[in-house]
């Protein structure tokens, strides 16, 4: 019975859900307050300029615990207590795309800094998992040999630059399989010297650029440098904002993913209210600035200059971008999909 109410379903989506061919979700991560971004658009006006071209939410709840579970959240409509590189055992926003769509892994990225964050690309759920996990692209620097092991396994407590030195001494003795990693999108050979976010930003641009994925994910997370100073991760954001400038002049440039081409960016929680003993900020003080964020939401079809003061969640990404593509919504995920009509 489910097969036909989806299909009638779909007859009666909005506009945008029927048009959007191309979704491009970025975690503007590492813990973002709305009073830096949403509050203050001289430090991010490329934010600014999606929040004019698209829609606005400005009180969405954020859920999850620590970075790597409220990340998870976004990509799972699930949250949960999660642990480094754990893998989840709720399907993935790529793997619901990829075998609902029977897309290759070409049509969905998860690009990143962050060698840790290789985990969101597939779960450990039996009828679901790597086969249908997205292509992962991670920065050549701080990448491990052994990723894709510690990505199956997981990997509980980190190395240490002693420890990592020895595995990159040990990894010289052992063959390197000839289709471990994606190739570098062209011209990434130039971005040597840059942060993390960036790279991964500059990356995502060439990637959607050359491959056109119907999903592509990136995960930013050098804003956590606001433990030790506000200063510096005010510094991340203006230099993230620029970047993802650079991505939006890409997409309006060209004609086809303009026209069909979905953008939303959203951090997976805040930070502390007040600054500390370090002028810096922590995230840990159950303020609303911590569990409140922003989400902008820009595509074909998509309200221009609307402000929605009605509450949403994190979690309702997944089912939101399941209905753009026209994938099926899962039955088994707490998250719903949000409304973009006026």
């Avoid at 690009?111 to 249908?132: N, Q």
């Avoid at 402000?307 to 939101?320: I, K, N, S």
């Amino acid at each position: 019975m489910r097969r036909p109410v989806f299909l009638l379903c779909l007859l009666c989506l909005p506009l945008w859900a029927q048009r959007i061919e191309h979704v491009v979700l970025i975690n503007f991560g590492g813990g973002v307050r709305s009073r830096e971004t949403v509050h203050a658009p001289e430090t991010t006006p490329q934010l600014a300029r999606l929040a004019r071209d698209g829609s606005l939410f400005l009180n969405v709840e954020a859920e999850g615990f620590g970075h790597f579970g409220a990340v998870l959240a976004l990509f799972t409509g699930n949250s949960g207590l999660m642990g480094l590189t754990d893998r989840s055992e709720s399907p993935t926003l790529f793997e619901y795309v990829r075998k609902s769509l029977a897309l290759s892994a070409d049509d969905c990225w998860l690009v990143t800094g962050e060698p840790d964050f290789a985990f969101l690309a597939a779960s450990s759920h039996p009828d679901y998992g790597e086969a249908f996990g997205a292509r992962v692209f991670v920065s050549p620097e701080g990448a491990s040999p052994f990723a894709p092991v510690l990505r199956r396994f997981g990997n509980p407590v980190g190395p240490g630059v002693s420890g990592q030195k020895a595995l990159e001494a040990l990894a010289e003795h052992f063959p390197q399989p000839e289709t471990s990693a994606p190739e570098a999108p062209q011209g990434f050979e130039t971005d040597e010297g840059l942060r993390g976010d960036l790279r991964a930003l500059r990356a995502a641009r060439r990637i959607l650029l050359q491959h056109r994925p119907r999903l592509l994910a990136v995960v930013l997370k050098d804003a956590d440098i606001a433990h030790k100073s506000f200063k510096e991760y005010v510094k991340v954001l203006k230099e993230n904002d620029s970047e993802l400038g650079q991505l939006l002049d890409a997409i309006d440039a060209d004609p086809e993913l303009a026209a069909t081409t979905a953008i939303i960016v959203c951090p997976e929680f805040g930070r502390d209210r007040a600054l500390n003993r370090f002028n810096g900020l922590d995230h840990g003080d159950g303020s609303s600035d911590l569990n409140r964020v922003a989400l902008h939401i820009r595509g074909p079809g998509i309200a221009a200059g609307r402000r929605v003061e009605d509450p949403v969640r994190t979690v309702d990404l997944t089912p939101t971008i399941c209905a753009m593509l026209g994938v099926e919504i899962p039955l088994d995920v707490s998250g719903k999909a949000i409304s973009l009509s006026d």
